[in-house]
Nanobody
Framework: QVQLVESGGGLVQPGGSLRLSCAAS????????VGWFRQAPGKEREGVSC???????????FHIDSVKGRLTIYRHDAKNMVYLQRNSLKHEDTATYFC???????????????????WGQGTQVTVSS
């Protein structure tokens, strides 16, 4: 059974940092694209960042413009983990962050954020002073 579990969220002051983790079980995530979505209160869910497989693709990364320079996504395939390092956090980064992955090696990381079949339960990030 495919399972994704996020952790690392919490309350942080503006300008602070957090590292979100996504642990996969039930399958080997190294062959699949992995992404992060977020959903802020009263807003639609949006794709934030993604990383292609380093096995089947070139590990290509993508970030949306609003987080560029403040975010790093990377994977540790031996641990079956993907991480999202968030820096210089702003109030508008407050949201529930979801780790997602695909069930097909066809999909790769792009700004279209398509092909994601599996979702974690989410981890809450609150940026507040």
């Amino acid at each position: 059974q495919v399972q994704l579990v996020e952790s690392g969220g919490g309350l942080v002051q503006p300008g602070g940092s957090l590292r979100l983790s996504c642990a996969a079980s039930g399958f080997s995530m190294d062959q699949y694209v992995v992404g992060w979505f977020r959903q802020a209160p009263g807003k639609e869910r949006e794709g934030v960042s993604c990383i292609s497989s380093s096995v089947n693709s070139n590990g290509r990364r993508f970030h949306i413009d609003s987080v560029k320079g403040r975010l790093t996504i990377y994977r540790h395939d031996a641990k079956n983990m993907v991480y999202l390092q968030r820096n210089s956090l702003k109030h508008e980064d407050t949201a529930t962050y979801f780790c997602v992955t695909s069930g097909s090696t066809y999909y790769y990381c792009s700004g279209f954020f398509v092909g994601y079949d599996y979702w974690g339960q989410g981890t809450q990030v609150t940026v507040s002073s």
